[in-house]
C-alpha cells in the first residue's frame, strides 16, 4: 500500500525448531504401494497446482481487480490478494470495531479491512499522500461504505500515531515506509488493547533479512520489527507465509 517500496524481504518469528530430517521413503512393497509418481500432490506439480487453485479462490471482484490495476499504473506497492483476503478474515475474526492502517495507498487494503469489520467499526487510515487518499476516499464510497466510516488523515506515521488513544483499537496493520516498520510496530503496541492484533505487512519480501550480505536500512528495519515481535514478551505471534509474508502479533 505504500508508492515505490523495493522488492526482496524475509524472515522468521518467534524462536528457532530444531529442523526435523528427511525420513527416506519405504521401499515399495505389498503394504506400501507403488512410489508417488512426480506430478503425485507431494512433489513439485502438485505444490504448483495447489498454488493455482488457491489463486482461483481469491478471484477479486471488479472493484479491487481496478484498483489492483491503478495502484501498478500509479506505483503504488497495493497488497496482494491472498493478503487482502487475510486483512478481511483478521478484521472480522477479531471484530475490530476500531482500526488503524498505515499506508492507504489507493484503498484496496482499506475495502479488504472494512469488508470484515462489523457495520459500526471505524477505520482510520494514515498517508502523507493526499491525492491518493483522496482517490481511497471514492473507492470507499462505491464499495458501498458511507463516509462515517472510514477517518482518512494525511500525513507521515510520525505525525500521526502520537495523536491516537492508548489501548484504543482493536487492530492495526502496519504498512507504509519499510524503514519506519520499528517505529510503527512499537506506536502499534500503544495503540492496542489487551486482546488486539498488529499486522505487519511483507515481511518475508524475496529473502532479504535472510540474507546475512544485505546491510542497507531497508532490511535493518525488517530484522529490528520481527527481532522486536519475537522477543516482546506481550505478544503472542504467527507468520503467515502468504504472499512476501504476514507478521502477526496479538497482545496478551
Known sequence: MVAGRPGGRGGGVRGAHRP???????AAGPETGPPAAPDDQTGERGRTRLADKAAAFLV????????????????????????????????ASTRARAVVEIGTGLGLGTIALLRGMPVDGLLTSIDPDGG?????RLACAEAGFAAGRVRLITGTSRQVLPKLSDAGYDLVVVDGATTEFPRDLAAALRLLRPGGVVVVDDVLWSGRIADPVRREALTGALRETVRAVREDERLVPLLLPIAEGLLCAARR
Open 132 to 136: 491518493r487518499q483522496a482517490e481511497a
Open 60 to 91: 477479486e471482484d471488479e472493484l479491487l481487480t481496478r484498483l489492483r490495476e491503478r495502484s501498478a499504473e500509479q506505483g503504488v506497492v497495493a497488497v496482494a490478494p491472498a493478503t487482502a483476503a487475510a486483512l478481511t478474515f483478521l478484521a
Open 20 to 26: 526435523l530430517r528427511a525420513v527416506r521413503p519405504a
